[in-house]
Structure formats: C-alpha cells, structure tokens
C-alpha cells in the first residue's frame, strides 16, 4: 500500500478502506476466504518525518487444530505505528510493515475457543481432560527408580 504524501494535509490526514491481500506475500495456502486487509489510519507530516497510526484488521477462515473444522478468525492489529524518514513530494510504501504486524499477530495453533463444558461449538466434541491412573503413578514415582540406584 503506497501513500503519495502529497495528498496529505498540512495538520494531517485520516485514510480508511481496504487492500486485497494478494500483494502482501502471506501464507494463505492454509487459509479459507482470506481476501482483503482493511485499514483506518492517521498520517502526519512532522518536517521529515511521516507519522503513521491507527488499526489494521483483516478475517479469514482456517481450519481448528483440535477439530479441523474450518473456523473464523479475526486479526486486529490496532496499534499500528511506524515513522518514516520522508519529504513532502514522495510517497511511502506501507506493505513490509503492515504484512510484518500481521504475521506478528497470527497465533502458532489456530484452535476454536471451548465453551465452560470445554466442548467445541463447531462439532460438539468434548475436549475434558480423562483421568489417567497410569500417568499419575509415574508422576509419584518419578524418582523411585533412582533412589534405588546404588553407587559406590
């Protein structure tokens, strides 16, 4: 997203709307309906410097990693805030930076958020953990092995 800082203000701009996500180089092979990227930022004009703030937002669809199921996810970058070194009759290119926040908001595991009953609200499925009686007596008996261990 470039902005020609010539359409700016004296006492700075607000700009809003929307870019397609296919010049941002993001990973959308695992990604359902990720189209566009919106924005609503304030741009001001200090001297030599560019001041630019305000929210990025972007929705997509991706599958669960607990239930595969595809589900929505939101991507709110809302302090957004990068200064340039600029002059009033050229223009600056936002796209490494939002696309670097955006990744930067991206979670490691997509997973849907499980109601009070820890069930999936897509599926239904229940994710309640099971008791184990095998694993709580390794967990007692974690050292015993080793106390048993003679040395000279």
Known sequence: MKIDLRTIKDDGSMISGSVPTAHYDLPLKDFIKWETISYQLEIQIL????????????????????????????????????????????SIDLTSDIREDILLSLPMVYACKLDAQQCCPLSGKSYLQQKDEFSDLRKKDVWGKLDNLKTD
């Open 47 to 90: 001297e030599d410097e560019c001041l630019i703030r305000g929210k990025i937002q972007t929705e997509f669809e991706v599958s669960c990693a607990r239930c595969v199921d595809p589900i929505p996810w939101k991507v709110d970058v809302g302090e957004f805030c990068q200064s340039y070194r600029c002059h009033r009759d050229s």
